[in-house]
């Protein structure tokens, strides 16, 4: 809720609170950066206007299409019956997408037109993500390997990061409905130096320009989204903060101060500051609840969690857990933890957090167990 932002203003004000940093994109698109940023005050994270390239999709592809930014071929419906009938006139299956926030869900891939008809139906009937749902972007169906590359940007200068990879659907072998993410590692084999260029030039560069002639002075996460098609990388979505689950391999690399790097990014100041990476490769596995992502089922004890962080380089994240009034560690969300390992290389990475995940049980946990598995050779092409 906005309101809220105000409550906060009065706590940093209080607590003389330098920094802040604005991780999920609700807060982003309800525009609490432009709220809480103050003289003696940095905001990490995009205004709301900045927001907009992840919180409306029919929006960033008009964005897109005026920069040329290479992407997939769509169009925009607010009425579900017209929308319907475009997709009675297409012979490929489509992407539908809700055009708004759906925490990482409202993407259905389409295998045939009854199961973009359905997910139509969905989205703007059914309304299970709401207002977000109001308009959908149908759009072509690429091929190729998925890669995420993350840059931070301070408005005038852009650092690329190292490039990930995650892992979407529920099921192994990319099966079964989108997620907020099963998994990701990090580097992404797929991506090579030449491949990074290029992502950067045809792709991050033009974006904040295109932002610039909005008016749009971004700062903070840029994160692309991309389809590595024989074409060349295409844009598959944009978010404005770090991705969940990419961020927590990306940061387990990070061998530099992250607030430091946080400050300079919000102060405009990036190109001051010294960025060092582990050469260890990062791979992180996410245990889900039974019913996850429809309907999970949380109030469930979690046992395991100290055998797994006793293991060489392996820390376990928590983010659908809770105490309850015995002390016991419980399930209380979708996407319960992450068990996040690094080793010299992707393989060694997974075996260790495959293992801490041994250690770990819950009723009904499921996770994938093809996380980083055979991760394909990298992609490089001028």
Same mark, same amino acid.
């Given at each position: 809720? /906005?309101?809220?932002?105000?409550?906060?203003?009065?706590?940093?004000?209080?607590?003389?609170?330098? %920094?802040?940093?604005?991780?999920?994109?609700?807060?982003?698109?309800?525009?609490?950066?432009?709220?809480?940023?103050?003289?003696?005050?940095?905001?990490?994270?995009?205004?709301?206007?900045?927001?907009?390239?992840?919180?409306?999709?029919?929006?960033?592809?008009?964005?897109? #299409?005026?920069?040329?930014?290479?992407?997939?071929?769509?169009?925009?419906? =607010? =009425?579900?019956?017209?929308?319907?009938?475009?997709?009675?006139?297409?012979?490929?299956?489509?992407?539908?997408?809700?055009?708004?926030?759906?925490?990482?869900?409202?993407?259905?891939?389409?295998?045939?037109?009854?199961?973009?008809?359905?997910?139509?139906?969905? /989205?703007?009937?059914?309304?299970?993500?709401?207002?977000?749902?109001?308009?959908?972007?149908?759009?072509?169906?690429?091929?190729?390997?998925?890669?995420?590359?993350?840059? %931070?940007?301070?408005?005038?200068?852009?650092?690329? %990061?190292?490039?990930?990879?995650?892992?979407?659907?529920?099921?192994?072998?990319?099966?079964?409905?989108?997620?907020?993410?099963?998994?990701?590692?990090?580097?992404?084999?797929?991506?090579?130096?030449?491949?990074?260029?290029?992502?950067? #030039?045809?792709?991050?560069?033009?974006?904040?320009?295109?932002? #610039?002639?909005?008016?749009?002075?971004?700062?903070?996460?840029?994160?692309?989204?991309?389809?590595?098609?024989?074409?060349?990388?295409?844009?598959?979505?944009?978010? &404005?903060?770090?991705?969940?689950?990419?961020?927590?391999?990306?940061?387990?690399?990070?061998?530099?101060?992250?607030?430091?790097?946080?400050?300079?990014?919000?102060?405009?100041?990036?190109?001051? &500051?010294?960025?060092?990476?582990?050469? +260890?490769?990062?791979?992180?596995? &996410?245990?889900?609840?039974?019913?996850?992502?429809?309907?999970?089922?949380?109030? &469930?004890?979690?046992?395991?969690?100290?055998?797994?962080?006793?293991?060489?380089?392996?820390?376990?994240?928590?983010?659908?857990?809770?105490?309850?009034?015995?002390?016991?560690?419980?399930?209380?969300?979708?996407?319960? %933890?992450?068990?996040?390992?690094?080793?010299?290389?992707?393989?060694?990475?997974?075996?260790?957090?495959?293992?801490?995940?041994?250690?770990?049980?819950?009723?009904?946990?499921?996770?994938?167990?093809?996380?980083?598995? +055979?991760?394909?050779?990298?992609?490089?092409?001028?």
């Amino acid at each position: 809720d /906005i309101r809220e932002v105000y409550r906060l203003r009065q706590f940093c004000d209080h607590h003389h609170i330098s %920094l802040v940093v604005i991780g999920p994109e609700d807060p982003l698109a309800l525009g609490f950066t432009d709220a809480l940023a103050s003289d003696d005050r940095l905001v990490f994270g995009p205004t709301k206007s900045g927001a907009r390239l992840e919180a409306d999709k029919s929006w960033a592809k008009q964005l897109m #299409r005026s920069a040329s930014i290479p992407t997939a071929e769509s169009r925009t419906f =607010d =009425d579900p019956e017209a929308a319907e009938a475009y997709l009675h006139s297409r012979k490929e299956p489509p992407v539908v997408k809700a055009a708004g926030l759906a925490r990482g869900k409202g993407v259905f891939v389409c295998e045939n037109t009854a199961e973009a008809l359905d997910a139509i139906n969905q /989205i703007m009937r059914a309304k299970v993500f709401g207002d977000a749902g109001s308009r959908v972007v149908i759009e072509e169906r690429l091929t190729g390997p998925e890669a995420s590359l993350l840059a %931070l940007v301070d408005g005038r200068n852009i650092l690329v %990061l190292p490039p990930c990879q995650d892992h979407k659907r529920l099921l192994d072998d990319d099966r079964g409905p989108n997620t907020g993410g099963m998994g990701a590692f990090c580097p992404a084999s797929t991506i090579d130096d030449e491949m990074m260029s290029r992502i950067e #030039r045809e792709i991050i560069v033009p974006t904040v320009d295109a932002l #610039r002639r909005e008016g749009i002075e971004y700062r903070g996460v840029l994160y692309a989204g991309l389809m590595l098609t024989p074409a060349g990388p295409k844009v598959l979505e944009f978010n &404005v903060r770090f991705g969940d689950p990419e961020c927590q391999p990306l940061m387990a690399r990070l061998e530099s101060d992250a607030i430091d790097l946080l400050e300079a990014t919000a102060a405009g100041t990036l190109d001051q &500051v010294d960025v060092r990476w582990s050469s +260890q490769s990062a791979v992180c596995l &996410v245990l889900a609840s039974e019913g996850y992502p429809d309907k999970p089922r949380t109030g &469930v004890e979690i046992e395991g969690i100290e055998q797994a962080e006793s293991l060489l380089d392996v820390h376990v994240l928590h983010a659908g857990t809770r105490r309850d009034g015995q002390g016991r560690i419980i399930t209380a969300g979708g996407r319960v %933890l992450n068990i996040v390992a690094l080793g010299n290389d992707v393989a060694e990475a997974r075996d260790r957090a495959y293992l801490a995940a041994s250690k770990i049980s819950f009723p009904g946990m499921q996770f994938r167990t093809d996380i980083a598995r +055979q991760a394909p050779a990298p992609i490089s092409r001028k």
